[in-house]
């Protein structure tokens, strides 16, 4: 089951798109990374997914319910936290929690205490007393504290320093492990979130290039290194990052298939020592950003 699939969504600003046609699933159960640069669309992507923009054009399912026609049932199952949020600054980190804990027929008093632990709240401070990276953690634990089914995510750790990050998505991580949580976080960068990540969908001028299980992606790219190649061919046509100096070549291999590939290279590159290595999701990424294009699985054939 998807908790989230779109069809053909689009949404317009004047003549421009902020996404477009827009064809994306994130399976129950999943962490899905929405990646993309700034303008690619992440937050008008989200922000229709919460029908806080309504489509130009298409449709958008979030728990099985039509984006345009979600209500209080479905609020009350969804935890959605975004960079442009303002939390209520006149309030204490303890009155937040008890305006919000009505609302939430499923909030944990238990996980809501062990958060508080986690992320070092002070109960008793104002939100305008205390620093960004506190009020950050303070938000995601009304989000994380009712135990949703789905939690959106639109770059809500944008500038904080890394390890207030790395706590966070902590704190999001004890909440996934523990039931039956979705994850779609739209992020500019993997980050610390590559442990949890299940499944990528990548964003370009509004445009989703990729949507794939990061399970694929790990065993479909390689960084190769050739030796001693006589004679130095040039690149195949779908591989990334290509340096070829006169002591080795180097390239990242996005189309990876065992036996088969290795072969081919040895074809290419007679009488040369090749080496491969696997690829974290960071690499992987940042490869194809480089390069400025991505290779899927389709162009295999």
Not at 55 to 84: H, K, M, N, T
Not at 163 to 175: F, I, M, N, Q, Y
Request: charged share 25%.
């Amino acid at each position: 089951m998807n908790l989230i699939e779109t069809r053909k969504l689009s949404r317009w600003y004047g003549m421009a798109d902020g996404v477009h046609g827009l064809a994306l699933v994130v399976p129950q159960g999943s962490m899905c990374l929405l990646l993309g640069g700034s303008g690619a669309g992440k937050s008008t992507a989200t922000k229709v997914l919460m029908n806080l923009l309504r489509p130009s054009e298409g449709e958008a399912l979030v728990l099985g319910v039509d984006s345009r026609r979600l209500g209080p049932g479905e609020f009350a199952q969804i935890g959605y936290l975004a960079e442009d949020q303002t939390p209520p600054m006149h309030l204490t980190v303890r009155e937040w929690l008890n305006d919000c804990r009505p609302f939430y027929p499923t909030w944990d008093g238990g996980l809501e205490q062990m958060l508080l632990k986690q992320f070092a709240l002070p109960l008793d401070r104002k939100l305008r007393l205390i620093s960004r990276g506190m009020r950050v953690k303070a938000a995601l634990l009304t989000v994380l504290a009712f135990r949703p089914k789905l939690v959106v995510l639109d770059e809500p750790f944008a500038g904080l320093e890394p390890p207030v990050v790395a706590e966070c998505v902590r704190g999001l991580a004890t909440v996934a492990a523990a039931g039956d949580c979705t994850v779609l976080a739209a992020v500019s960068e993997v980050g610390e979130f590559e442990p949890l990540a299940t499944r990528v969908a990548l964003l370009d001028q509004g445009r989703l290039r990729l949507n794939e299980s990061v399970e694929d992606l790990r065993a479909r790219f390689r960084q190769v290194e050739v030796k001693g190649a006589e004679a130095h061919a040039g690149p195949a046509a779908d591989w990334l990052e290509w340096e070829d100096t006169r002591e080795r070549v180097r390239f990242v291999e996005p189309l990876y298939e065992g036996e088969v590939t290795e072969r081919a290279w040895r074809e290419r590159f007679p009488g040369a020592a090749v080496a491969a290595q696997a690829m974290t999701l960071r690499e992987i990424h940042l490869s194809m950003m480089r390069a400025g294009r991505v290779v899927k699985k389709a162009e295999a054939a």
